[in-house]
C-alpha cells in the first residue's frame, strides 16, 4: 500500500496530545483586534480541544500524528 500523505493544513493547525485527542488554536485573534476587549484576547490565546465527532476526520488527514 503506498504512502498516505498528510494534509498539510491541518498539519499545521492541529496537534495530538499525549491522550489521543487533538489540540486546536481559538479563532478571531487575526485582525481587528482594537474593539476587542483584553480579556477576551487572553482567554482566546488558550488552546482548545476538538470535539470527539470530529476526531475521525482529523485522525483521516493526520494519518501518521
Request: proline share 6%; charged share 30%; glycine share 4%.
Amino acid at each position: 500500500m503506498p504512502k498516505l500523505k498528510t494534509n498539510r493544513g491541518a498539519a499545521k493547525r492541529f496537534a495530538k496530545t499525549a491522550s489521543g485527542r487533538y489540540k486546536r488554536a481559538q479563532s478571531h485573534l487575526n485582525h481587528i483586534l482594537t474593539k476587542k476587549s483584553t480579556k477576551r484576547k487572553r482567554h482566546l490565546r488558550a488552546p482548545g480541544l476538538v470535539a470527539e465527532c470530529d476526531t475521525p476526520a482529523i485522525k483521516r488527514m493526520l494519518p501518521y500524528s
